[in-house]
Structures are given as structure tokens and as C-alpha cells.
């Protein structure tokens, strides 16, 4: 194997490019470089576009159609040629194009002739599909992982808090208390439906293009299971215009994303309004506030507020990819270049987003005092009135709920908490009640009282938080 130097090339005086010029004589003009030029952000699919050159040239050489030699030599210029990526030696040349020429034209400085041999059988466009495939499905498996320890970290804190008492709201209104564990763990489910998104996008994506050609397949009698099985696919795509023209895989995983990335800003909000010293419900460290340049006094939730922001890009690539791909016949058209930067971009923020939001959730803790005085307010008990008319007094609950709204009301008027009424006021409204109400009216006795499957008694909360550290372990375990 021979080798010869990297150079770098910012700038075309090429007549043609010479992996595809032979039917052109003039090089392009410099709108046409800067418009058709990818390699500034598809240089990023580098290993995988290496392996499943790997793959592609392994197969060649099985199945004879170039000799075992040559893909013995193929393979191990690849090997080199991923070595200086990753040490930061390789020069991309804009003059290329794309990764795919990038490397393809390296492997011919190293190696020689060979390198030629490698693209029989194949396209740049089931290569460019097959690469795009690879690297989203290690994104997948990234934020699979990434999504498990937010959900330890909500388990972990919720279990720890099973028992704080803090407010629920509808409306962002005081509505029915609750325990902080109970919130978290509303989270922990969401993210739940988050990762089943993922791997159902995953599953679906599990196809290899390699070996549709350019749209048609090849007349070479090429392996395709064996390329598919060599690279981790499931199988190989069963049509060839599919395998090059889809990027379905692309849009489902941003739909996941820009889901997912909801439920990340939705928690980020809360963060940000518990942060407010009128709510003062939880704290966090210097590790995720930053200050003002003008006021001393001020400790931003910066981290949580650029988490609520990111959903904006990875909803706009989800609705970007769309409009590229709505119009496009089959098979392969150059629109669909315009896939990977929005993806790219929306992966990355999404990732980021996602990493931000689990160091929040470690290093954030609660003020149960504020908690529970924010829980009683607002008459977050007024159900449970209600609730006890109907069990003690057989009331029909629209009746119970009539009569808890004139008992509200009558608090309102002496402003005065629920418990802070007396027995003769509450008798005022309705002169059945007798001193056992009193037991339901404290927002510990109310959260204790939702023993329901799902509820949010600290009981049921920590059962659940611990159920979820299990399950959650046992993933971890399992690989």
C-alpha cells in the first residue's frame, strides 16, 4: 500500500471532478461548486460511509467479482484512511464535493488502482443512503441511553420524594395537591413513550439500500444480505427505487425528536417558573444559572430556558425535511441533499437539549416548606370535600360539588383556608356535615388519600419510582 500525502483544497481549478467529469469538459462555476458542495457537513458521515465501503468491498471480493486481493487491499487502505479522520489529519477538498469522493479519492492516493475497483456495483446514491441510514442509527441508540439516565435520574429524586407535598395545577391554577415524586415521575412515563418512538423508528429504519445502484440494482452478482448482515442491518431493502429515494427513517426520527423535545421544554418551563422567587419552589446550582451584567442579584435558569427553546429548530427540520421530500418523484434528485443539514443540526440540539435537562434534574432540590404551603393554598382541598360528602353522606356528586362551591365561597368571603372554618360555618351550608371533614382537609391527609393505581399517594409513589429503578437496572444489565 502506498501512500501519499493529504492535501488540502479549499478552491476548484479542476477542468471536471475527476471521480464523475468524463462527460464534462469546463469545471462548474463557483455558485454552481457553492450550491452543489456538501462535504462542509456531510464529512460527519465519515465512519459510516467507511463502513459500508468496508462491507461493500469484503463482499466484492467473496463474491469474485473484484479479487480478494484487491479488497484485502481496499479494506486496509479504508482502515488508514478513518485513522487520519479520527487523528484530525485528513484534508476534505471542497473541490470533491462530498465524503464520498473525499475518501474515495485519499484511498486512491494510498492504494492505487485498487481504489477504483471499489464503487463497481454500487452508487452515490445507495451509498449516500446507506451512510445517512448507519449514522441516524446511532444517533437512535445515543439518545435510547441518553433518555434511560434522565428517567433514572426523575426515579431517583422522585423516590427520595415520594412523601413532598407541592401543588398540583390545572390551568396553572392551585388545583389538588400532590408529591413532588408524583410530578417527577409524570415525566419518567413521558420519557417512557419517548424511547418506545425511538425504537420504533429504529426498527423501521433497520433496511439496507446498499446495492440498489443508482435506482435500478445491478447486473454484478452481488451479496446484498450479506452486506446488510455485515453492517447490522435486519435485511436488505426489497426495491431498489425505495432504498435510494426513501427518507422516511429521517422524518420519523425527527418526529420523535420534536415529541420528545415538547416534553423536554414542557419540564424546562416549570423549571423556569419554579425558579421565580414568587413560586420558590426548587433551587439550582451556579452548574446551570448565569447572572446579569447589570444586576447582581439575578440567578437566570439559562439552561432551562435554551432546553424550552431548542424544540423550535427540531420542529422546524421536521417540518423542513417534509416540504424538501412532498414533491420529489422517485428515485434519487438532489433535493434530497437538503436532508442532512436539518437533521444534523436538529440531532444535535436535540442530544444537547437532552443532556442539559438530566444534569438540571441532579442537581435541582426542592423547598419542601414552600411546597407545602403553596400545596394548601388556593383551596387545593375543595375535592376532597366533595369526595367526603358523597362517601359519608351518600350525596350524588354533582350535589357534593354544588355544595363544596358555596363552602369555598363562604372562605373566600371570611378569607380564610378551608380548614380555618369552623364546624358551624361549614354547618351554615350544609347542616349534615360533622367533624370528621376536618380529617380530609389537609393536604397531607389528601395526597394520602389517592391510593388509586396511578395516584399520587406517597405509598403509590414510592412503589413506583423504586418499580421504575428496577426496570431501569435490569435494561442496564441486559446490554
Same mark, same amino acid.
Given at each position: =500500500?502506498?501512500?501519499?500525502?493529504?492535501?488540502?483544497?479549499?478552491?476548484?481549478?479542476?477542468?471536471?471532478?475527476?471521480?464523475?467529469?468524463?462527460?464534462?469538459?469546463?469545471?462548474?462555476?463557483?455558485?454552481?461548486?457553492?450550491?452543489?458542495?456538501?462535504?462542509?457537513?456531510?464529512?460527519?458521515?465519515?465512519?459510516?460511509?467507511?463502513?459500508?465501503? %468496508?462491507?461493500?468491498?469484503? =463482499?466484492?471480493?467473496?463474491?469474485?467479482?473484484?479479487?480478494?486481493?484487491?479488497?484485502?487491499?481496499?479494506?486496509?487502505?479504508?482502515?488508514?484512511?478513518? $485513522?487520519?479522520?479520527?487523528?484530525?489529519?485528513?484534508?476534505?477538498?471542497?473541490?470533491?464535493?462530498?465524503?464520498?469522493?473525499?475518501? @474515495?479519492?485519499?484511498?486512491?492516493?494510498?492504494?492505487? @488502482?485498487?481504489?477504483?475497483?471499489?464503487?463497481?456495483?454500487?452508487?452515490?446514491?445507495?451509498?449516500?443512503?446507506?451512510?445517512?441510514?448507519?449514522?441516524?442509527?446511532?444517533?437512535?441508540?445515543?439518545?435510547?441511553?441518553?433518555? %434511560?439516565?434522565?428517567?433514572?435520574? +426523575?426515579? $431517583?429524586?422522585?423516590?427520595?420524594?415520594?412523601?413532598?407535598?407541592?401543588? !398540583?395545577?390545572?390551568?396553572?391554577? /392551585?388545583?389538588?395537591?400532590?408529591?413532588?415524586?408524583?410530578?417527577?415521575?409524570?415525566?419518567?412515563? =413521558?420519557?417512557?413513550?419517548?424511547?418506545?418512538?425511538?425504537?420504533?423508528?429504529?426498527?423501521?429504519?433497520?433496511?439496507? /439500500?446498499?446495492?440498489?445502484?443508482?435506482?435500478?440494482?445491478?447486473?454484478?452478482?452481488?451479496?446484498?444480505?450479506?452486506? &446488510?448482515? &455485515?453492517?447490522?442491518? #435486519?435485511?436488505?431493502?426489497?426495491?431498489?427505487? #425505495?432504498?435510494?429515494?426513501?427518507?422516511?427513517?429521517?422524518?420519523?426520527?425527527?418526529?420523535?425528536?420534536?415529541?420528545? &423535545?415538547?416534553?423536554?421544554?414542557?419540564? *424546562?418551563?416549570?423549571?423556569?417558573?419554579?425558579?421565580?422567587?414568587?413560586?420558590?419552589?426548587?433551587?439550582?446550582?451556579?452548574?446551570?444559572?448565569?447572572?446579569?451584567?447589570?444586576?447582581?442579584?439575578?440567578?437566570? /435558569?439559562? *439552561?432551562?430556558?435554551?432546553?424550552?427553546? %431548542?424544540?423550535?429548530?427540531?420542529? !422546524?427540520?421536521?417540518?423542513?425535511?417534509?416540504?424538501?421530500?412532498?414533491?420529489?418523484?422517485?428515485?434519487?434528485?438532489?433535493?434530497?441533499?437538503?436532508?442532512?443539514?436539518?437533521?444534523?443540526?436538529?440531532? #444535535?440540539?436535540?442530544?444537547?437539549?437532552?443532556?442539559?435537562?438530566?444534569?438540571?434534574?441532579?442537581?435541582?432540590?426542592?423547598?419542601?416548606?414552600?411546597?407545602?404551603?403553596?400545596?394548601?393554598?388556593?383551596?387545593?382541598?375543595?375535592?376532597?370535600?366533595? #369526595?367526603?360528602?358523597?362517601?359519608?353522606?351518600?350525596?350524588?356528586?354533582?350535589?357534593?360539588?354544588?355544595?363544596?362551591?358555596?363552602?369555598?365561597?363562604?372562605?373566600?368571603?371570611?378569607?380564610?383556608?378551608?380548614?380555618? +372554618?369552623?364546624?358551624?360555618? =361549614?354547618?351554615?351550608?350544609?347542616?349534615?356535615?360533622?367533624?370528621?371533614?376536618?380529617?380530609?382537609?389537609?393536604?397531607?391527609?389528601?395526597?394520602?388519600?389517592?391510593?388509586?393505581?396511578?395516584?399520587?399517594? /406517597?405509598?403509590?409513589?414510592?412503589?413506583? $419510582?423504586?418499580?421504575?429503578?428496577?426496570?431501569?437496572?435490569?435494561?442496564?444489565?441486559?446490554?
Amino acid at each position: =500500500m502506498t501512500d501519499k500525502p493529504a492535501t488540502d483544497d479549499t478552491t476548484s481549478t479542476q477542468p471536471a471532478n475527476t471521480m464523475w467529469g468524463g462527460r464534462f469538459q469546463a469545471s462548474p462555476s463557483a455558485i454552481m461548486e457553492e450550491i452543489n458542495v456538501s462535504i462542509g457537513f456531510d464529512k460527519r458521515l465519515a465512519p459510516q460511509d467507511i463502513a459500508g465501503s %468496508k462491507a461493500h468491498a469484503t =463482499m466484492l471480493g467473496d463474491r469474485d467479482i473484484i479479487t480478494k486481493a484487491d479488497a484485502g487491499e481496499i479494506v486496509r487502505g479504508l482502515d488508514a484512511v478513518l $485513522a487520519e479522520i479520527e487523528g484530525g489529519t485528513f484534508a476534505f477538498q471542497r473541490s470533491l464535493e462530498d465524503v464520498h469522493m473525499n475518501v @474515495e479519492s485519499r484511498l486512491k492516493a494510498m492504494i492505487g @488502482e485498487p481504489a477504483g475497483r471499489l464503487h463497481t456495483a454500487r452508487s452515490r446514491n445507495d451509498q449516500v443512503a446507506t451512510d445517512f441510514r448507519l449514522y441516524v442509527r446511532d444517533r437512535l441508540d445515543g439518545f435510547d441511553f441518553a433518555l %434511560k439516565r434522565l428517567q433514572e435520574a +426523575l426515579a $431517583a429524586k422522585a423516590l427520595v420524594h415520594a412523601g413532598t407535598v407541592m401543588p !398540583g395545577f390545572t390551568h396553572l391554577q /392551585p388545583a389538588q395537591p400532590v408529591t413532588f415524586g408524583h410530578h417527577l415521575l409524570a415525566y419518567v412515563e =413521558m420519557f417512557a413513550r419517548d424511547r418506545g418512538r425511538f425504537r420504533d423508528a429504529r426498527a423501521r429504519l433497520n433496511e439496507s /439500500p446498499l446495492g440498489s445502484a443508482a435506482l435500478a440494482g445491478t447486473s454484478f452478482p452481488i451479496d446484498r444480505h450479506q452486506t &446488510a448482515q &455485515a453492517l447490522g442491518f #435486519d435485511r436488505p431493502m426489497a426495491n431498489s427505487l #425505495d432504498g435510494v429515494s426513501d427518507r422516511d427513517f429521517a422524518l420519523e426520527t425527527l418526529a420523535a425528536c420534536a415529541i420528545s &423535545a415538547v416534553h423536554l421544554s414542557r419540564f *424546562a418551563e416549570e423549571i423556569v417558573i419554579w425558579m421565580t422567587p414568587q413560586f420558590g419552589f426548587i433551587t439550582l446550582s451556579d452548574k446551570f444559572t448565569t447572572g446579569s451584567s447589570i444586576m447582581p442579584q439575578k440567578r437566570n /435558569p439559562d *439552561a432551562a430556558e435554551l432546553s424550552r427553546a %431548542k424544540v423550535g429548530r427540531i420542529a !422546524g427540520a421536521f417540518q423542513s425535511l417534509l416540504m424538501v421530500m412532498k414533491g420529489l418523484p422517485l428515485a434519487y434528485s438532489k433535493d434530497m441533499q437538503e436532508d442532512k443539514e436539518v437533521t444534523f443540526d436538529a440531532l #444535535d440540539s436535540y442530544g444537547l437539549a437532552l443532556a442539559a435537562m438530566t444534569g438540571m434534574v441532579l442537581d435541582l432540590e426542592p423547598v419542601p416548606d414552600v411546597l407545602a404551603a403553596a400545596a394548601g393554598r388556593g383551596f387545593s382541598t375543595a375535592t376532597d370535600i366533595a #369526595d367526603w360528602l358523597v362517601r359519608e353522606l351518600k350525596f350524588p356528586f354533582r350535589d357534593a360539588h354544588h355544595v363544596t362551591g358555596r363552602i369555598v365561597a363562604l372562605a373566600e368571603t371570611k378569607n380564610a383556608t378551608l380548614d380555618q +372554618l369552623s364546624l358551624a360555618d =361549614m354547618q351554615s351550608v350544609e347542616p349534615r356535615i360533622t367533624q370528621a371533614i376536618f380529617g380530609v382537609l389537609s393536604v397531607e391527609n389528601s395526597v394520602s388519600s389517592r391510593t388509586s393505581y396511578g395516584g399520587t399517594a /406517597p405509598q403509590n409513589v414510592a412503589k413506583m $419510582a423504586q418499580d421504575w429503578l428496577k426496570r431501569l437496572e435490569s435494561e442496564r444489565a441486559a446490554g
